[in-house]
C-alpha cells in the first residue's frame, strides 16, 4: 500500500546543530507522488513546511530542505543549524492531485535544547 | 490561507457518553477530513468529505459517525465514547485540485 516511515523520535539536538529526520515512500497507487513535510508546533494544528511534486527536486522552506529522491524512494528533511524555535513535531508525508487523501507518516518530535 | 477552527479545543467525557466535535472553515474548500493523532501511530483518517452530505469511510471509523451539513461545517459523532477514543483529534480541509491540506489546532479528547 501507500505509507511513510521516518525517523522514530524524539529527536533531541544542540541549538545550532544541524538536522536531518530520515523519510523513505511506498507509493503502490499513486504514480507520481507529490511529497510533503508539515510542523506541527506546540498548541497549534498542522502546517506546510515544504512540498515537492517532481522527482529530482529540492523544496526549502524556513531553512529546511528536503530532496525527492525516485531511486531510493527518499525525502529527508535537513537543517544546517537549528533553532530553539524549531521543536515541534515533523511529519512526512505523501499525495497526489489525483487521490483524495495524504498518508502520513508517524510524525517525530524534535528538542532543541538552548 | 485558509481558516479552520475546532471546537472545543479540550473535552473531559465518561464512557458511554456522547459527545460531538465541531470543524469550521471559512474559505469554501470542497474536502473536508478528521484525523486521530496518537503516539506511535501519526495520524490516522477517520471520515472524509467533498462535499455537503457526503461522508467518506477512512482507515479507522469504528466508534465514529460524522456529518457534514454545509460546505463550512464537519461533525465528527461518538455516540458511545470509550477510553480507546482518547486521543488528539485534527479537523482539516482542501480544495479542489490542490493536494495541500489546511488544519485546525485540533480538539484534546479525554474519556474516563
Known amino acids: 500500500g501507500d505509507s511513510v516511515t521516518q525517523t522514530e523520535g524524539p529527536v533531541t539536538v544542540s541549538e545550532s546543530e544541524s538536522l536531518i529526520i530520515n523519510c523513505t515512500y511506498s507509493?503502490?497507487?499513486?504514480?507520481?507522488?507529490?511529497l510533503f513535510w508539515y510542523v506541527r508546533y506546540p498548541g497549534e494544528g498542522l502546517q506546510l513546511l515544504l512540498k515537492?511534486?517532481?522527482?529530482?527536486q529540492k523544496g526549502s522552506s524556513r531553512g529546511f530542505e528536503a530532496t525527492y529522491n525516485k531511486e531510493t524512494t527518499s525525502f529527508h528533511l535537513q537543517k544546517a543549524s537549528v533553532q530553539e524555535s524549531d521543536s515541534a513535531v515533523y511529519y512526512c508525508a505523501l499525495g497526489a492531485h489525483s487521490n483524495n487523501r495524504i498518508f502520513f507518516g508517524d510524525g517525530t518530535q524534535l528538542v532543541v535544547k538552548p | 490561507e485558509a481558516a479552520v477552527t475546532q471546537s472545543p479545543r479540550n473535552k473531559v467525557t465518561v464512557t458511554g457518553g456522547n459527545v460531538t466535535l465541531s470543524c469550521r472553515q471559512t474559505n469554501s474548500h470542497n474536502y473536508m477530513y478528521w484525523y486521530r493523532q496518537d503516539t506511535g501511530h501519526g495520524l490516522r483518517l477517520i471520515h472524509y468529505s467533498y462535499g455537503a452530505g457526503n461522508l467518506q469511510i477512512g482507515d479507522v471509523p469504528d466508534g465514529y459517525k460524522a456529518t457534514r451539513t454545509t460546505q463550512e461545517d464537519f461533525f465528527l459523532l461518538l455516540e458511545l465514547a470509550s477510553p480507546s477514543q482518547t486521543s488528539l483529534y485534527f479537523c482539516a480541509s482542501r480544495d479542489w485540485g490542490e493536494d495541500t491540506q489546511y488544519f485546525g489546532p485540533g480538539t484534546r479528547l479525554l474519556v474516563l
Open positions: 515537492v511534486i517532481t522527482a529530482g
Open positions: 507509493a503502490t497507487s499513486i504514480a507520481y507522488p507529490n
